[in-house]
C-alpha cells in the first residue's frame, strides 16, 4: 500500500509538472507582448525599468510617473483596473489626457481595424498586466 501511494503521489507531481509549466508559458507571452507594448509606446517617458528616467523625462513639465511602486503607493495591492482605466485613459489621472501622457486608447483603436495589431483592449490589458509584474517585491 505505502508503494501504491508512492506511486500515486509521484504521478500527481508529474500531472502538476505539466499542467503548470504551459500556464507559465502563456504568462511569459502576455508579459512579453506587454513588454513589447511598452517599448514601443511607453519607454520613451517611463524609462527602461519603468522608473520615469526615459529619454523625454528631462523636458516634460511633469515628470512621468515611477511605475514600479504603484503597488506600494496602494497598500501592497496592484490596482489592477485603476491601471488600466489610466492607460486607456477612461480615467482622469494627473498628468494624462494632455500631451504630457499620450491617450492611448484612441490610437489603439484607430489601429485595431489595421492588419498586423490587435483588439485596442488586449493591448490596454497586456500593458497593465506587464506593469503589474514591475512592482517591487
Ligand atoms: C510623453 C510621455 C509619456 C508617455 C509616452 C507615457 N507616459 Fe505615462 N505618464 C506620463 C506622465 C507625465 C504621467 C503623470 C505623472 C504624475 O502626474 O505624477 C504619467 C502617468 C502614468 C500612469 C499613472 C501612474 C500612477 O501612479 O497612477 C500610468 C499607469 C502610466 N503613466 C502608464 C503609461 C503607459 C502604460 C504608457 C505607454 C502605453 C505611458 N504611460 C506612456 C508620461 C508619459
Not at 511569459?28 to 527602461?48: K, N, P
Not at 497598500?75 to 494624462?96: K, L, M, N, R, T
Not at 489595421?114 to 498586466?129: F, I, Q
Request: charge should be negative.
Amino acid at each position: 500500500m505505502p508503494r501504491l501511494l508512492g506511486t500515486c503521489g509521484a504521478l500527481l507531481a508529474i500531472c502538476c509538472a505539466a499542467a503548470a509549466a504551459p500556464a507559465a508559458a502563456q504568462q511569459d507571452r502576455v508579459i512579453g507582448d506587454g513588454r513589447a507594448e511598452y517599448e514601443r509606446h511607453c519607454q520613451a517617458c517611463h524609462g527602461d525599468s519603468g522608473r520615469g528616467d526615459g529619454q523625454m523625462a528631462k523636458i516634460l513639465v511633469i515628470p512621468p510617473a515611477d511605475l514600479t511602486v504603484i503597488a506600494e503607493a496602494n497598500e501592497g495591492s496592484f490596482p489592477f483596473w485603476q491601471i488600466y482605466a489610466a492607460i486607456d485613459g477612461s480615467q482622469e489621472v494627473s498628468g494624462h489626457e494632455t500631451f504630457q501622457m499620450p491617450e492611448y486608447w484612441a490610437r489603439f483603436r484607430e489601429e485595431e481595424t489595421k492588419p498586423g495589431y490587435a483588439a485596442a483592449h488586449l493591448r490596454v490589458l497586456v500593458l497593465t498586466h506587464y506593469l503589474e509584474s514591475l512592482q517591487a517585491q
